[in-house]
RNA sequence: GCGGACGUGGCGGAAUCAGGCAGACGCGCUGGGUUUAGGUCCCAGUACCCACAAGGGUGUGGGGGUUCGAAUCCCCCCGUCCGCACCA
């Protein structure tokens, strides 16, 4: 509530009103003179402040201008970077700072869809809006260089971005993009074969488009998607919730075949996991980070299958990270999904096939169809714990002989392991290294160790089971029960046997899977081997008989890129009859039609997705001629999604009006260098919210090295340094049927409870924001203390990178303390100054340099609630020698708030100076006199055997003897050494004395 | 289950990086002052126990260890939060 003006408030009280007066005054001030514009080393942006002194780029996560407005959780982490940038400023760095905002996407979608109006509109209303809010704060941002995502001037650089994307591929031999023309010409060089051993003069027109656009980083794919029919589009993997729902919205999402654009984030895999250790992040967003990308090194295993023997053989491959425990293989396992079930699902039930095995169906067919169907209705994370699964009536063979495991297998097991078949015809795969996503041919090989003349193998079952993902590896498993929990749960529910293949320790139980070390069993020739040598061995062997070869696996699947709305960038693609063709670079921007009819439609499960852009008839097929004459092409529908644009807006920030390349090549090297030789480059400080950990950081870092990768960029990384902030948490109140109440109209405290109206109600801590009803916005902040208190009091509440639960109660704590800071400098009844031109007596002059000492440091490592507590300190020292400030002691005090409360700062800095002065916001932050750091004396406190007991005061040079003499002469001391002799003496020197007896 | 972060007064937190006076700074609370009153503002006190005091004892989730000395380092356990999760 706003303090009304009483009668005997002093009239020159730091309160709302001064405060507001003064925050507008100097925030009109230093727009006007351009106080905060960086300049460029060159272009257009080269005028400005004197640039001397090394760069710095600071950065916030930019918004997406949602139209609800702001909380004041919102502007924690643009308060931290302005405080750090202001501080750094002071201290000479040439600071590039400022603010756009993500404007395409979902949420603005959604939120105009709400309120019927066309997104640029509203979109546009929100970010004036966010603006006014953000402004009032006195954020020190450079406003030439701010953006939005829906600029066409920003978006057609996405645009271009994509087509540099497009027209590339990965060479895995040199580990890096290269343009797609280069590999045209080594095609056509004959340097590199085709892939299926033909000319590439043989291939036809539409084999040679095929083939290259396999290889682009930007592709086509009939792939299984996250198909969202409520949005009426397609999500990424990591939009969807771990329910199987949208992250906006929450909608139902199932998995379905569509044809959509994917980019090849999967060939970076390995260099997105080892750069990360050259950066300076969190260590839980690393760790977020690698866990995404899911690296595990282990081996592709080929198993001929067959439904009826003799009869056509097919290989199951299976990715496994233990190949040592191949001989344990009992049965198999392939995901619902697999495209191998149909062609091993067998006529009949094999003679002796067990109940439980055919899930009560006359036929596998039956069995199978019964089950797909249960598996579809059920999302990755419905699908339970129990292993469930239908035997297909196939069986897959290990493959090598291992006698004595056969005989165990028939001995453990019913008739129906053994086949009977003429093996000779099998045809094995050759995979091509490239990576694990790689296109698959096959040619024929031999059988190896003369098993063609075999009539007679052991063969395992084959199953489909859900808890075997489509998505992960081959979705095909070896069913291990013995060296895996899983598979064992699954081979106890089916009743399939156990085979040991690694010795467990004696304790080990019976009932488990045994995972760790000890040397090979039952296993042919790596008996007696440990686990690591079994695994070289096995794949070793495997490799000589063409069965298998060791393989990385990754957990990350290629980025699914198009999204069917009408609130993106355009994807600047165009087709023929063949395939995808780039809209040349000179036709950019490929404008966003102008639509009326552009809400997306909640569509029926099954049904096909509808880009809103294919409701415009005249923009869809264009006539154009690109070289070849004139033809006909159908655009590109599909839109990109919301991270397109965020995924390079930093480079923007640098250059953000040049009309000829992205970033001016000099101004992105001056910017984005790396203070330390050899290191990454990139943002320096980049500041936002851990929610972003998976997507937009590895979407930004995969752009930005293919964008490295092709000479666009000078570093690897775009963001050297990243700090977390924490969120701001407030109280929520709950009635008792569990519906939250308005947290400000709640009464009551801890001990007397809480109520609303008459109503009991229960309290909970949570995120602020409008789902809990407890959110506070800094609107109501500002009216009642004013924008320098709130910055101060959101500073003041903890470590940056903590969450820390908002209390509107405390926040007059800070304005107290500035208000005690004015009363040192301004007399509140008359408003003149009220310093002395009295020097500082030495005591308060050491005090103020050593808080200037601590100040410095806490700021540079934005610990900020700390630096607060310090200049908290010197003001109450001030405050308590009554009397005004003494000039010298104010004016280096003012200064060393400016970066925190810098109309606060500025206001006073023009009392002490005279409105001739320049602005504190550019004068040097104050520098400790060393000098004054070190005392003449210290008083260092005395232990007697581990115990406190006194302090003494002895010389800062003190040795040994003089100390310890000093502190038996202290009376409490004496007593308790008691005149015992001592056994041991210490002095740490300005420390500590320690005294044992 | 795996991985990460963390645990200090009534509350937010400081001291943890580098072992050396635990509780800086602020909120709240208690008492006092200013004020017609309330509020604002100012001053003092405020970890807990004993004591008028001087002082003494206890104390950083629990247990153990290293050390003259541990909130800090090491081991085990408990608890909270976050991320991932049938990952083969």
Known sequence: MPAAPEADTPPHRYDADLAADIESRWQARWEASGAYETPNPAGELSRGRDAAGPKLFVMDMFPYPSGSGLHVGHPLGYIATDVYVRFKRMCGFNVLYTMGFDAFGLPAEEHARQTGQHPRINTEANIDNMRRQLDRLGLGHDKRRGIATTDVDYYRWTQWIFLQIFNSWFDPEARRARPIAELIDEFSSGARPAPDGRSWEQLGEAEQREVVDSHRLAYVADAPVNWCP?????????????????????????????????????????????????????????????????????????????????????????????????????????????????????????????????????????????????????????????????????????????????????????????????????????????????????????????????????????????????????????????????????????????????????????????????????????????????????????????????????????????????????????????????????????????????????????????????????????????????????????????????????????????????????????????????????????????????LHLLYARFWHKVLYDLGHVSGPEPFKRLVNQGYIQAYAFKDSRGVYVPAEEVEGSLEKGFSHGDEPVSRELGKMGKSLKNSVTPDDMYASYGADTLRLYEMFMGPIDQDRPWETRSVVGSQRVLQRVWRNVVDEETGELRVSDAAPDDDLLRLLHRTIDGVRSDMEGMRFNTAIAKLTELNNELTRRGTGAPRDVAEVLVRMLAPLVPHFAEELWHRLHGDGAGSVTQVEFPAADPALLVTDTVEVPVQVNGKLRGRVTIAADADDETAVAAALAEPNVAAHVGGRELRKQLYVPGRMITLVV
């Open 230 to 694: 409520a949005l009426g589009t397609v999500l990424a993997n990591e939009e969807v919730t771990n329910e199987g729902r949208s992250e906006r919205g929450n909608h139902e999402v199932f998995k379905r075949p569509l044809k959509q654009w994917m980019m090849r984030i999967t060939a970076y895999a390995d260099r997105l996991l080892e750069d990360l250790d050259r950066l300076d992040w969190p260590e839980s967003v690393k760790t977020m980070q690698r866990n995404w990308i899911g690296r595990s090194e282990g081996a592709l295993i080929s198993f001929p299958a067959a439904k009826t023997l003799p009869g056509p053989l097919h290989t199951i491959d299976v990715f496994t990270t233990r190949p040592d425990t191949l001989f344990g293989t009992t049965y198999m396992v392939l995901a619902p999904e697999h495209p191998l079930v149909d062609e091993l699902t067998a006529d009949g039930w094999p003679d002796g096939t067990p109940e439980s095995w055919t899930g009560g169906a006359a036929t596998p067919a039956e069995a199978v169809a019964a089950y797909r169907a249960r598996a579809a209705e059920l999302s990755d994370a419905d699908r339970g714990d129990s292993k469930t699964g239908v035997y297909l009536g196939a069986l897959a063979f290990v493959p090598f002989t291992a006698p004595d495991r056969e005989d165990l297998i028939a001995e453990l097991s019913p008739g129906h392991f053994t086949g009977t078949g003429e093996l000779a015809d099998f045809t094995l795969p050759t995979h091509d290294a490239s990576d694990g996503n790689g296109q698959q041919g096959t040619s024929s090989q031999p059988w190896p160790e003369g098993r063609g003349e075999r009539t007679v193998d052991i063969g395992v079952p084959v199953f489909i089971g859900d808890y075997v993902l489509m998505g992960y590896g081959t979705g095909a498993v070896m069913g291990v029960p013995g060296e895996d929990q899983r598979d064992r749960e699954f081979a106890e529910a089916y009743g399939l046997p156990v085979i040991r293949t690694v010795q467990p320790p004696p304790d080990h139980p019976a009932d488990l899977a045994y995972t760790g070390d000890g040397p090979s069993i039952n296993s042919h020739f790596l008996d007696g081997l440990d686990v690591e040598a079994s695994k070289a061995l096995i794949v070793e062997r495997l490799g000589e008989s063409g069965f298998g070869r060791p393989t990385v696996n990754y957990r990350m699947r290629d980025w699914l890129f198009s999204r069917q709305r009408y609130w993106g960038e355009p994807i600047p693609i165009m087709f023929d009859d063949l395939g995808p063709v780039a809209l040349p670079v000179d036709m950019l921007p490929l404008e966003l039609p102008k639509l009326t009819d552009w809400a997306p439609r909640a569509l029926a499960r099954d049904s096909e997705p509808e880009p809103p852009l294919g409701r415009v008839t005249e923009w869809l097929d264009v006539e154009l001629d690109l070289g070849a004459g004139r033809r006909h092409y159908r655009r590109e529908l599909n839109t990109m999604p919301q991270w397109a644009g965020s995924c390079w807006y930093y480079l923007r920030y640098l250059d953000p009006r040049n009309d000829d390349a992205l970033v001016d090549p000099e101004v992105e090297r001056y910017w984005m260098a790396d203070p330390d030789p050899g290191g990454v480059g990139g943002v320096d400080l980049y500041v936002g919210g851990v929610e972003h950990a998976v």
